[in-house]
């Protein structure tokens, strides 16, 4: 999924989120979702590797006004029909179609999106999610400022934060 | 009691009928709508007592809808259910009338907190 922007271009010094801030987001909302027993584990990945799963999908919101970012949520491809199963209450994941995998994945990033939006400089306006099978790339307009590597059943889940400015 | 749901996210709707029922609310009609324009045209089709919405929808969001109905005459119980539950947002909500904002995600707990002060 290419991750157009329309920010400001005046914008300068951003401010980012921050990282624990983040990190403690993505976790509350997954336990939310999935129950308490679902933890997400830490997961160490080197500055600057890209999301490393063989199947993805992947979500983004943009935040325009009084702060002005963009929220990425990339997850393995078994990850997001598991997660998919487990928020329609599906019995099995053969049964998952992809326009329900988009909707759900969609609705992750929302929460996410919608949870760092508040946490930041307002007022401001959440866009709707853009959703895609196939990791996230970002125009050079942007940079990350943070980013949570987690698993969820041994399959990578990645957030990240990228505001204005090469 | 008839609900109605509004939000773009079938996912969404799935999950709030099912907190509902974990919240101790199950016994209710639940009627669905997809974005604001359809649940304005539903309050006046189906005469909900609660309308259950999301804030950022295609088509129309929700606090337009609301101020949609509002303008209408309509008083029927409004809440969201929103990503979106920054103070500015509740305040926002408020003022055009909501009774409360459930930010997700959510708790049972949360909503029949909610729910208690429109039933």
């Known amino acids: 999924m290419n991750v157009l922007s329309f920010f400001d271009p005046s914008a300068a ?4 989120p921050d990282l624990d801030d983040v990190r403690s987001v993505t976790e509350d909302m997954w336990m939310a979702l999935l129950g308490e027993g679902e933890a997400l584990v830490t997961r160490p990945v080197p500055a600057g590797s890209p999301f490393d ?3 993805a999908w992947s979500a983004a919101v943009t935040v325009t006004g009084g702060w002005q970012g963009v929220v990425t949520l990339e997850l393995d491809e078994a990850i997001a029909r598991e997660v998919t199963a487990r928020m329609l209450a599906i019995p ?6 992809d326009g329900d995998v988009a909707d759900a994945v969609g609705e992750l990033v929302n929460m996410v999106g919608g949870s760092i939006k508040s946490l930041m400089p307002g007022p401001s306006t959440l866009s709707l999610p853009s959703v895609a099978a196939g990791r996230a790339a970002f125009a050079s307009d942007v940079r990350e400022v943070c980013r949570v590597d987690v698993a969820w059943h041994d399959g990578p889940v990645r957030v990240c934060v990228h505001v204005p400015g090469a | ?30 009627v669905e709508a997809e974005n604001g324009r359809q649940a304005l045209e539903m309050v006046q089709t189906e005469s909900p007592d609660l309308v259950l919405s999301d804030w950022n929808m295609p088509e129309m969001n929700g606090i337009d809808c609301l101020d949609a109905l509002r303008a209408a005459g309509s008083t029927v119980a ?11 947002m509740r305040q926002r909500a408020a003022t055009s009338g909501a009774a409360f904002l459930i930010a997700k995600p959510f708790t049972p707990e949360a909503f029949d907190d909610a729910l208690r002060t429109v039933i």
Not at chain 1, 92 to 97: A, C, E, G, K, T
Not at chain 2, 14 to 30: K, S
């Open chain 2, 1 to 30: 009691m008839k609900i109605l749901i509004a939000d773009d996210s079938r996912v969404m709707r799935q999950i709030v009928i099912r907190t509902l029922r974990q919240a101790g609310h199950g016994g209710h009609d639940i």
């Open chain 1, 92 to 97: 099995s994941v053969h049964d998952v179609h």
């Open chain 2, 78 to 88: 409004f809440g969201f259910v929103t990503s979106e539950g920054s103070e500015e």
């Open chain 1, 13 to 16: 010094d951003v401010e980012a």
């Open chain 1, 53 to 55: 799963a063989a199947g």
